[in-house]
């Protein structure tokens, strides 16, 4: 008993750091599975929030009877929404790990790494690629010094998403509405040869942010 | 620089897939979002289902908000599209409702006054949530001088928990500690009135 009154509070905490915006991922995960799975905490959340309208005005006063029908509405529709992904626009660190692993010295170690990939002739040919590209530049640690990085990280990118097609994953094939596709790698590998002299990569901004290349979790 | 989003965590959530999250936003931002489509149509019935369209749409088009600006800024402008383009297809829709209505007129007795509050409020809604705010009001004069200030500093105010400790010279962790007390005191004093009838709701 005292321990569902010690969840419930840790619970109830979290849901108030959470509604000011003061909680961290973890926490945020969990709140997030409180409002999922129970029910007192979808309440509870309401009332706070209704208290703080309150607080700054009154004519938002309003009831829970009214409050819920309008989230049991809008959860209806919902319900009949394909479920939005916006994978992170990719900061430097994410183009790091990717081109650290591109150093490791064994091809296992750079199929291990990215196996998701590795499906048949693909992995033949990013391998491939991967090789050559280790040779063009080294990893660019502080962002400053990023004529380079920016080159890099649109190449990385660009290979990265040119496969996901293939791969039905969802984080990295609806990214801001844009499906990468297959054509955009046919060129870049007839056009890779030509990077050894090329300072900076034509590739348009939008590609870039529109690109994560983070490895779905095991 | 302006106070980081607090809503930034949860928007992150629906991006990575949590429908449920948004449900969270939704409830946070209902009542604002009503009040401001209602200050824009007229007509007090249209009022839930164009907000309900709004948070659809703020839903479908959460990919293209890169935290630009505020979750609520781009809420609130969607909000504005939704009652726009609901307003212009009224007035599309206004010849043949005028005719409907006047025929309609000829057989009914007692036409619909103007300001009958018919979305989804009665009167004794209404009242209800006087009461709500009533004692809100009560709530926050009943708390300790510490724990009014720090919810008054976080939701009036608009500081962070870092500016709050700041302020009150106290740990942040007491900052949070004290807004959650605040918001339970309050929630307690609550309850009757918010709790009428016991089964699912949320």
């Given at each position: 008993m005292s321990d569902n009154l010690a969840t419930n509070s840790a619970s109830a905490e979290r849901l108030s750091a959470l509604s000011d915006g003061e909680l961290d991922a973890q926490g945020t995960l969990a709140a997030c599975a409180d409002w999922r799975d129970d029910e007192s905490a979808r309440a509870r959340w309401h009332t706070y929030r209704l208290i703080g309208d309150v607080l700054r005005s009154e004519d938002l006063a309003?009831?829970?009877?009214?409050?819920?029908?309008?989230?049991?509405?809008?959860?209806?529709?919902?319900?009949?929404?394909?479920?939005?992904?916006a994978p992170e626009p990719m900061p430097e660190l994410k183009v790091e790990s990717i081109l650290s692993s591109f150093d490791a010295p064994a091809v296992g170690a750079i199929n291990r790494r990215w196996r998701w990939l590795a499906q048949g002739a693909v992995a033949a040919g990013f391998v491939a690629v991967a090789g050559s590209l280790t040779m063009l530049w080294a990893p660019v640690k502080n962002a400053d010094t990023s004529a380079s990085l920016a080159a890099a990280a649109p190449v990385a990118t660009q290979v990265i998403n040119s496969y996901t097609p293939e791969l039905n994953e969802p984080q990295l094939l609806v990214a801001n509405g844009q499906v990468m596709r297959d054509p955009r790698l046919d060129r870049y590998l007839a056009a890779h040869k030509q990077f050894a002299g090329a300072a900076m990569i034509g590739v348009p901004s939008a590609f870039v942010r529109s690109a994560s290349a983070e490895a779905p979790k095991p | 620089?302006?106070?980081?989003?607090?809503?930034?965590?949860?928007?992150?959530?629906?991006?990575?897939?949590?429908?449920?999250?948004?449900?969270?936003?939704?409830?946070?931002?209902?009542?604002?979002?009503?009040?401001?489509?209602?200050?824009?149509?007229?007509?007090?019935?249209?009022?839930?289902?164009?907000?309900?369209?709004?948070?659809?749409?703020?839903?479908?088009?959460?990919?293209?908000?890169?935290?630009?600006?505020?979750?609520?800024?781009?809420?609130?402008?969607?909000?504005?599209?939704?009652?726009?383009?609901?307003?212009?297809?009224?007035?599309?829709?206004?010849?043949?409702?005028?005719?409907?209505?006047?025929?309609?007129?000829?057989?009914?007795?007692?036409?619909?006054?103007?300001?009958?509050?018919?979305?989804?409020?009665?009167?004794?809604?209404?009242?209800?949530?006087?009461?709500?705010?009533?004692?809100?009001?009560?709530?926050?004069?009943?708390?300790?001088?510490?724990?009014?200030?720090?919810?008054?500093?976080?939701?009036?105010?608009?500081?962070?928990y870092e500016e709050?400790?700041?302020?009150?010279?106290?740990?942040?962790?007491?900052?949070?500690?004290?807004?959650?007390?605040?918001?339970?005191?309050?929630?307690?004093?609550?309850?009757?009135?918010?709790?009428?009838?016991?089964?699912?709701?949320?």
């Open positions: 309003s009831t829970a009877d009214r409050d819920s029908s309008f989230l049991l509405a809008v959860r209806a529709r919902l319900a009949s929404e394909p479920v939005v992904l | 620089m302006n106070a980081p989003d607090a809503d930034a965590p949860l928007v992150e959530r629906v991006k990575r897939g949590d429908v449920k999250a948004f449900e969270m936003l939704v409830v946070k931002y209902q009542r604002r979002i009503e009040r401001l489509i209602g200050r824009m149509v007229r007509d007090v019935d249209l009022v839930p289902d164009i907000a309900q369209e709004t948070f659809i749409r703020a839903y479908r088009a959460i990919p293209k908000f890169r935290g630009e600006s505020a979750f609520y800024t781009w809420l609130y402008r969607i909000a504005v599209n939704t009652a726009k383009k609901a307003m212009g297809e009224l007035k599309r829709d206004l010849l043949v409702t005028e005719s409907a209505r006047a025929s309609k007129d000829d057989e009914d007795d007692a036409p619909r006054a103007e300001n009958d509050a018919t979305d989804g409020e009665t009167p004794e809604s209404l009242l209800a949530s006087k009461q709500v705010a009533a004692t809100v009001n009560s709530a926050i004069d009943a708390l300790s001088d510490d724990l009014r200030q720090a919810i008054t500093l976080r939701e009036i105010e608009g500081l962070t709050i400790a700041e302020l009150m010279n106290c740990p942040i962790g007491t900052v949070r500690s004290r807004i959650f007390r605040a918001r339970e005191a309050i929630s307690l004093r609550l309850k009757p009135l918010l709790d009428a009838r016991q089964g699912h709701r949320w």
